[in-house]
């Protein structure tokens, strides 16, 4: 028996398997998307509405790491949403709970803060938390909350531009 086939025995005996001539399967999409912010009335649900129009096939919502909760989104963060096409009167602020750590695959945060309370709060999550400015600028969105609607603007503006690159890859 030449060396070649007595290694061959060896690797094949002990469960080893030949997978140079087989296709890699393709992994699962990323089918359910959460959105954090703070409060869970300005940026999370721009970013989820936009999303939600992006990628109309996945499950996707928002929650705050400090929510204020039974909230709708406030009046501008719906003004500039509708100028866009976002209809989001029936979004109601939730606070992130382990819930959704457990349900949703993949968690894009407005901020690094909120990335590392997440993590200091749900360690399992490590792996599957990102900046919504992962792809672009890895900024902070700034938080437009009690400020001139210009702001909301270029919030949006933003959080458009990182959705946009977020659907290019996760279609």
Known sequence: MSAVAVVL???????????????PTPSPPMQ???????????RSPLAEYALKRALPDRNIASAGVGAMVGWHATDEAQDVGRRNGLEMRDHIAQQLGLRHIQNFDVLLTAEAGHVQ?????????RGRVFLLNHW??????????????EIYESV????????????ERLK
């Open 9 to 23: 025995a060896w690797f094949l005996s002990r469960g080893f398997r030949a997978t140079m001539r087989s296709r």
């Open 32 to 42: 359910n998307i959460l959105t954090v912010c703070t409060g869970n009335i300005c």
């Open 117 to 125: 309370w997440i993590h200091a709060n749900y360690p399992e999550s």
């Open 136 to 149: 672009g600028s890895k900024q902070d969105i700034q938080d437009p909350y009690r400020r001139p609607m």
């Open 156 to 167: 949006y503006a933003e959080i458009d531009a990182a959705v946009s690159a977020w659907a």
